[in-house]
């Protein structure tokens, strides 16, 4: 790890392993990239992560039709136990139902589970096994949202300088130009789009 992604690690109890506290995010992977030289960037950016500390990736079924969590299994064959992963299923999706039923049995032995988002008011209740969570020994939690310490201390790493996400930013525009700058973040080829007054 370089001194510059070095901070305090955090541990999500009851799992002893420390986390850094940044995440690698794939939402903002794009569509319909995962192939060729596309691809190969996106895996070089995840070993980047990697070897800079960043153990926490999320994904869902719903970024880029499912090609994050295909281009990040096959990231993680033979690096498994070095991250701890997260995906989601949108509440909109045919499917949000299963994904969160099969939660319960996907889990490890000791495993978490965060139900991050509900269910539409119509169906808010799905099937679950107890004797799973019971003999497994996971552990069931929902969030609605960040709280507002955890968004702080974000900003602290950030402004403090303990890591540098200037490389993240595809572009940079003038509130002048902020036609061009959605123009370009719709493309779906850049990262991160800042626009500035």
């Not at 201390?153 to 959605?182: D, T």
Request: hydrophobic residues 40%; contains cysteine; proline residues 5%.
């Amino acid at each position: 790890m370089t001194d510059r992604l070095a901070m305090p690690l955090v541990s999500i109890p009851p799992i002893e392993k420390k986390l850094n506290p940044l995440a690698l995010g794939s939402s903002v992977f794009g569509t319909n990239q995962w192939a060729g030289e596309r691809a190969a960037e996106l895996l070089t950016a995840m070993e980047a992560a990697l070897q800079n500390g960043v153990t926490h990736f999320d994904t869902a079924s719903s970024y880029g039709d499912g090609g994050p969590e295909r281009l990040i299994g096959q990231f993680l064959t033979g690096k498994r136990e070095q991250v701890f992963l997260a995906s989601k299923a949108h509440v909109d999706e045919p499917d949000a139902h299963a994904a969160l039923e099969s939660a319960l049995q996907l889990a490890a032995i000791a495993g978490r589970i965060n139900y991050f988002g509900g269910l539409p008011k119509d169906r808010p209740t799905i099937q679950s096994d107890s004797n799973l969570i019971h003999y497994k020994e996971l552990h069931v939690t929902g969030t609605t949202a960040c709280s507002t310490g955890d968004c702080w201390q974000a900003a602290h790493i950030v402004n403090g300088g303990r890591v540098n996400l200037a490389h993240i930013v595809s572009g940079r525009f003038s509130l002048r130009r902020v036609k061009e700058a959605f123009a370009v973040a719709e493309n779906r080829e850049s990262l991160k789009i800042v626009i500035e007054p």
